[in-house]
């Protein structure tokens, strides 16, 4: 697991609308990438996915319901499936903000 650091202006140029503003993420290491993909999908939470260059790494980001992003670490070597859609509407962009906030409940 690891923190990383961040204050309130990282993002889109100005202070962070949602999450804790201190931290930038949380990561963990994690097996089964795509069982984690599909629960994702069966949700309708909104994710993005990564291979890490020259390391035998997969990673998915995705924020927790209170905006704070969770980076999934995985070994592709444990791993079985194809690897991480690296296409433009799937690979993570370090900064890039998609997180979306649930309506508040009624």
Do not use: C
């Not at 990383?4 to 999450?19: I, L, S």
């Not at 990564?50 to 791993?79: C, H, I, M």
Request: charged letters at 20%; a negative charge.
């Amino acid at each position: 697991m690891h923190i990383y650091a961040a204050g309130p202006g990282v993002g889109d140029g100005g202070p962070t609308p949602t999450g804790t503003s201190a931290i930038d993420h949380v990561s963990l290491t994690a097996t089964g990438f795509h069982a984690y993909v599909d629960k994702f999908r069966g949700l309708g939470i909104e994710w993005r996915e990564f291979k890490v260059p020259n390391a035998p790494l997969w990673q998915l980001f995705v924020f927790d319901p209170s905006g704070v992003q969770l980076e999934l670490t995985f070994d592709e070597r444990q791993e079985s499936g194809p690897p991480p859609d690296m296409s433009d509407a799937r690979r993570y962009q370090a900064g890039e903000n998609f997180f979306r906030p649930a309506p508040p409940a009624r």
